[in-house]
């Protein structure tokens, strides 16, 4: 970045050196759009280290990379949208996964894989959805695929872009339609107002630390015996979204650095391990 800058201080002085007295007026705009283009340039520069240094993280490890993620969408064929379906109502009171409306929510997205057949609502909020960098980990007779994935809520000024780094999974076996998410503040305050989470009265920690919904409450609530709750209990900060045969995880809200990865591939196969979802 370093470089960067010195490049584009040279550069931008040089030109201004340069520029005709008739076009002084102007200095302000053309500065502008030189701050404009510098914006788009470093994403540009800053996607593509990103793209190589996953590639190069990648074959050193002996994992297979796609830069495009094409292979998500092999997966099609495991999401029914009838069953599906009848999930979404259990979250649109949810406000942490809800689009905002916008006249212009969606204009202008450039999606690329889209992963809304699986069901789960954190591939169905927002627009401009996009994953890339995908490394796929051979686990047991299954393999893990981690990936890069951002989207969009809003429009304009106020809007919000988010960037994960997610371990996924096609489960062996269907799993009840959840959320895990860490507890906070607002989620405790809309116990108070009736809004509910599930809960158990066995394991208040864990009850206390996670929102947990799901549609089918007592099929969740099957799902999370002692030793998977004990499990969130003692790793605090996961993000779970399951429902049919998939399976999608998170610990960071954010796109993880590469030095990050390694240590969160291995606290990915804990987790399927505990779950027994390969």
Not at 72 to 101: C, G, H
Not at 197 to 205: A, L, M, V
Not at 255 to 262: A, H, N, Y
Request: hydrophobic share 35%.
């Amino acid at each position: 970045m370093e470089e960067l800058s010195r490049f584009f201080a040279r550069t931008v002085l040089g030109s201004i050196s340069m520029i005709p007295e008739s076009f002084i007026p102007f200095l302000p705009i053309i500065i502008f759009v030189g701050f404009i283009s510098l914006i788009f340039y470093v994403a540009y520069y800053m996607e593509k280290k990103r793209k190589e240094e996953m590639k190069n993280y990648a074959l050193s490890a002996g994992f297979y990379y796609e830069e495009d993620a094409k292979t998500l969408e092999t997966l099609k064929s495991d999401y029914n949208p009838s069953q599906m379906e009848k999930y979404k109502s259990v979250y649109e009171s949810d406000p942490i996964y809800k689009d905002k409306l916008s006249l212009f929510s969606g204009l202008f997205s450039k999606e690329t894989v889209s992963l809304e057949f699986t069901g789960l609502e954190f591939f169905r909020t927002g627009h401009s959805k996009k994953a890339s960098n995908l490394i796929m980990i051979p686990f047991k007779d299954n393999r893990i695929m981690l990936f890069d994935y951002k989207y969009t809520v809003g429009s304009g000024k106020h809007s919000t872009t988010y960037n994960h780094t997610l371990a996924f999974m096609k489960t062996k076996d269907e799993v009840p339609d959840f959320v895990l998410r860490p507890e906070n503040f607002f989620d405790k305050i809309g116990s108070f107002l009736g809004f509910k989470d599930i809960n158990f009265d066995n394991y208040p920690q864990f009850s206390s630390s996670y929102c947990l919904k799901g549609q089918r409450e007592e099929s969740v609530r099957g799902f999370f015996n002692d030793s998977r709750i004990s499990f969130f209990q003692s790793e605090p900060g996961w993000h779970c979204h399951a429902g049919g045969r998939f399976f999608c995880a998170y610990k960071k809200s954010y796109r993880l650095e590469i030095k990050e990865i390694p240590a969160f591939i291995e606290d990915a196969k804990r987790l399927f391990s505990l779950l027994n979802l390969n």
